[in-house]
């Protein structure tokens, strides 16, 4: 039997073991569980890396959990703005969405994109009008309501503050975000990505997560990659492309060409996050600058493995 892997994310951050009450760290653990498995069984029947991908980030829309669809932050005006991505690295064909409201997977709308529209991008009440004729599904306001985000919102909102996801009380800094990179038994690769962005954003920012090159990329030559972190720093840095370049061009491994950009070129300009990314050999990397990054991964004949903590 051909191999196939998958490696799914739920965002980085100040994620400790003192932050994590048992039965959050169990939650967490169930949920990454569930996606992986969802992802894996797709894989296993033979199914396509970009569908697996997709499935994975679509079930981690629906847990409250983490920062991408249901659980998304609130934006300044108290709503949700949605940023998600696909790409498939057999055909270089992406799609991605901003600032989408009320929809329940950002990550099919992506998908939609990249399949039926001559698009790579779109944003918006645009974007919506295209998700109605998809037939994807909307939410009232309720659906996406999260007491402690809520909170969270006002704090940021009275401090004036724009802040990357605080889920938990005195957890600083944490990203959400969600992600998956799997590989199939054709030998092909895709990655997609999905979030709510920053909590408290305004003026309609965007973060990495649907900008293709910086946290979103897949290409079967070189990786799929789904960054989680400081977007703007992942912009800047063209995160995910500069991964895949310094395979390409240079002729890095995936491990040594992860380490340098997010453990050297990010840390030196004080980009905090971390990443998940794959190979057509089915190697896995998923390096973190943060303190924890939710993460989980499977190999077709191993058993999966799940992470929270640095250790
Ligand atoms: N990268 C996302 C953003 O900046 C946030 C996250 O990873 O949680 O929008």
């Known amino acids: 039997m051909k191999r196939h892997a998958i490696a799914i994310h739920g965002g980085a951050g100040t994620i400790t073991r003192n932050i994590l009450t048992n039965d959050l760290e169990l939650a967490y653990r169930g949920a990454l569980q569930e996606a992986i498995e969802m992802g894996d069984r797709i894989l296993a029947k033979g199914g396509n890396a970009l569908e697996a991908v997709t499935a994975s980030v679509a079930l981690m829309e629906e847990n409250e959990l983490f920062n991408a669809g249901k659980g998304s932050v609130f934006n300044h005006e108290g709503k949700h703005e949605m940023d998600a991505a696909v790409m498939d690295g057999k ?45 994807l599904e909307f939410a009232p306001d309720d659906y996406f309501f999260v007491q402690h985000r809520y909170e969270q919102f006002l704090a940021a909102r009275a401090e ?6 605080h889920t938990q009380p005195g957890d600083e800094k944490k990203f959400g975000t969600v992600g998956a990179v799997a590989l199939d038994v054709h030998g092909n690769i895709a990655a997609a990505t999905s979030t709510g962005g920053m909590t408290n954003k305004k003026w309609g920012r965007v973060g990495d997560s649907p900008i293709i090159g910086a946290g979103t990329y897949a290409n079967n030559n070189t990786c799929a990659i789904s960054c989680t ?12 492309y500069d991964i895949s370049c310094l395979m390409e061009y240079k002729g890095l491994s995936l491990k040594e060409a992860c380490d340098l950009v997010v453990m050297k070129k990010l840390v030196e300009i004080g980009g905090e996050g971390g990443l998940i990314a794959i190979d057509t050999m089915g190697n896995i990397e998923m390096p973190f600058n943060s303190e924890g990054m939710y993460r989980a991964v499977k190999h077709s004949e191993q058993d999966y493995f799940i992470g929270i903590y640095k250790d």
């Open 91 to 135: 055909t270089l064909m992406a799609g991605a969405v901003s600032g989408i409201r009320n929809l329940k997977h950002p990550v099919l709308l992506a998908k939609a994109i990249m399949e039926k529209s001559d698009h790579v991008l779109l944003a918006n009440s645009g974007a919506a009008d295209f998700a109605r004729e998809m037939n």
């Open 160 to 165: 004036g503050h724009v802040v990357l996801d």
């Open 229 to 240: 972190g400081h977007g703007e720093y992942f912009i800047r840095s063209v995160v995910a």
